[in-house]
């Protein structure tokens, strides 16, 4: 058996040799190599449990190929057996028969897997498959239609040759918007009030630190309850709608009673609807004159309606 330190020139010796020729060697030598390195790895282990300290390359090469030859025709019998039973997966009924016939004491197996000395080899390193990214996904690849051979080329990528929206649709559930608008709320009041802070005065809950907890300072009125009994904008603007449906209800009704004339004349209804001046009176001019502020404007009574 070779020793440690020879094994290790013979592995760098055949790495050096491997290495030259990495570049031009193909998968199925690289593959080749490797299992050549594993059963010199066995081997050399083998002999060191039957006592052998050191072992010339040639020795080590003769052994090596031995074991590579009979695990190959091990292999080829007990796919023959597998094929002879029409099956395409061999089973540890077809590795004895193929022992048996080789000539092999099966019963003498679970003695020597139990025996003392028995060496441990790690198993070889595995290098992962560099990861391949992933391409653009967009739709559902495509398969040949029935009147295509299958020999015929694939379909390309979908994402080559189909519309790809840009845009996400909105969101429409309820729950979501509303927890989206209420988080656009708060945001929108802790930029207003860090402004006000920033910009107008403010007071601090610390006397030492007077950046730390800036509060919005609050300014006294000097009439507090005039607040109270103002009316809000909202409240304002229910007042102007009201005010303008009833003005557009009032001019529908004059118009109604005004077309509901007798069948004369053109010139006696035109005379009819002409006041005596013979000038038309001008029904915006009272609109025109009105007070933009609501607390100048005059009162207005509001109208009874009447029960029919």
């Known amino acids: 058996m070779a020793d440690p330190a020879v094994m290790g020139s013979n592995s760098l ?50 052994l090596t190929e031995m074991m590579q030859s009979y695990v190959s025709e091990v292999g080829r019998c007990a796919k023959a057996y597998c094929e002879h039973t029409a099956r395409s997966t061999p089973t540890l009924s077809d590795v004895v028969l193929t022992l048996i016939e080789m000539g092999f004491n099966v019963d003498s ?33 495509r398969t040949h239609p029935a009147h295509i051979p299958s020999h015929f080329p694939e379909f390309p990528d979908p994402h080559t040759y189909i519309k790809t929206p840009t845009f996400r649709e909105p969101v429409s559930d309820y729950q ?7 988080s656009q709320r708060r945001d929108v009041e802790r930029a207003l009030t860090r402004f ?21 300072a609050a300014r006294p009125s000097s009439i507090p309850y005039l607040n109270a009994l103002l009316p ?45 001046g013979g000038v038309v009176p001008a029904v915006k001019a009272s609109e025109e004159n009105m007070i933009d502020n609501p607390y100048l404007r005059p009162v207005k009574k509001p109208k009874v309606r009447r029960k029919k």
């Open 13 to 62: 010796g055949m790495g050096a040799r491997s290495g030259g020729g990495k570049s031009s060697s193909s998968p199925a030598e690289n593959y080749y190599l490797a299992r050549r390195r594993t059963l010199q790895v066995v081997v050399s282990s083998l002999l060191t449990e039957c006592g052998f300290d050191s072992a010339e390359r040639v020795a080590v090469e003769t």
């Open 109 to 141: 197996l679970p003695v020597y897997a139990k025996r003392s000395q028995r060496m441990v080899i790690t198993a070889p390193p595995v290098t992962n498959a560099p990861v391949v990214p992933k391409a653009l996904t967009a739709g559902q690849k």
């Open 176 to 182: 979501v918007v509303r927890e989206k608008a209420a």
């Open 196 to 216: 006000m802070a920033k910009t107008g005065e403010t007071q601090s809950l610390f006397r030492d630190d007077i950046t730390a907890f800036p509060l919005i």
């Open 232 to 276: 809000s904008e909202l409240e304002l603007q229910m007042l102007e709608e009201t005010d303008s449906s009833e003005q557009d209800e009032q001019t529908d009704t004059e118009n109604a009673s005004g077309n509901i004339i007798t069948d004369d004349s053109g010139a006696d209804k035109e005379n009819s609807v002409l006041p005596p």
